[in-house]
């Protein structure tokens, strides 16, 4: 389900229909979006932003998924906390404070909304580090947190008309989520460790492609933020006609700009998203030639074929779809996959570096 809501994400964001809910948590002021003429007229009538109800339905279904998300992660947080006596009272607790802070948001009240989210995810990463030596109640606790800065991060999409920064830290806040629902979902099963002697070397590899992998998830969702995917036209490997044309990486990296812009469409010019999008493609090479090697190496060791295999098809299918992008000037289908493919990507990174451990080392000393 985490895996959908990012791509289904991916999807709102690069078919333009991030703002087509121009209020939050609602739509238009309805749970679900306005349909029928007369609720069209009515919607029209009270906000500044005219209904478009073939994108409005993509922003609130994207809401409910991610909901629906929201609740299975508290359910597991619950779960988790009845291990331990009285544990269970603080994501209760916590949660609540959250749950009471929507609809004073709704009626804008939004130092005490705030207030209330703050102590709330306070509450949680406090309580992450009172469970101690217990890595599922700590993070379960860490992913609900996830969460819920998922749902402000979400908020603040809107508010603040699409600000990057605010973009980019949602994609990251979604791949994070991701990142510890497959740690737990793999340390959950029995019998699943990948018992190597070179697992210590490994994992040093592992944790290495992660931080690349991160950086360039963190490029992507600069680049779409600042509509940047086709700041070189469709040239690839060139750019614009030259390898190295005019840029300006100095404004391109400008992470906050203040708020009440609306960023839809972009407001940098074309140096500034022409440097975006050289740091995307210079860290794509990068990634591509590590992950390239990591695969061969992983491949030479009995057990872990079937990964290194599956590391290259990934990889190899990104080079392939972002180049598309490129060429066939960013077509929804292959940009979503995209984001899909990275998205997997993580997936078989933190899942070996969950199950790898050497012969004697115990599941229980992998786990921390």
Known sequence: LCLCVIVFGSFVRLSNAGLSCPDWPTCYGRATWPTHDHEVVAANAVFERAVETHKAWREQFHRHIAGILGLLVLTLALLEAKR???AIWAPIACSALVAISIPLYMHQHYYPAFALV???LLGLFGYAWWAGRE??????????????????LGMWTVTWLLKPI???????????ALSLLTWLSWKATPNNDLIQASARSLKILLWIGLCLLIIQIALGGWTSANYAALSCGTEFPKCLGSWMPVHDFKEAFVLWRGIGVDYEGGILDGPARVAIQLAHRGMAVLIAIYFVFLGIRMFRIPGLKYWAALLLLLISAQVALGISNVLYSLPLSVAVA????????LFVVVGLLARLRE?????????T
């Open 84 to 86: 331990r006596e009285r």
């Open 118 to 120: 703050s102590a709330g």
């Open 135 to 152: 890595p599922f109640i700590r993070y379960t606790a860490i992913l609900l947190a996830v969460i819920i800065m998922q749902a402000m």
């Open 166 to 176: 605010v973009v980019m830290a949602h994609l990251l806040g979604g791949m994070t």
């Open 338 to 345: 995209h984001n899909a493919g990275a998205a997997l990507l």
């Open 359 to 367: 012969p004697n080392e115990s599941p229980e000393m992998a786990s």
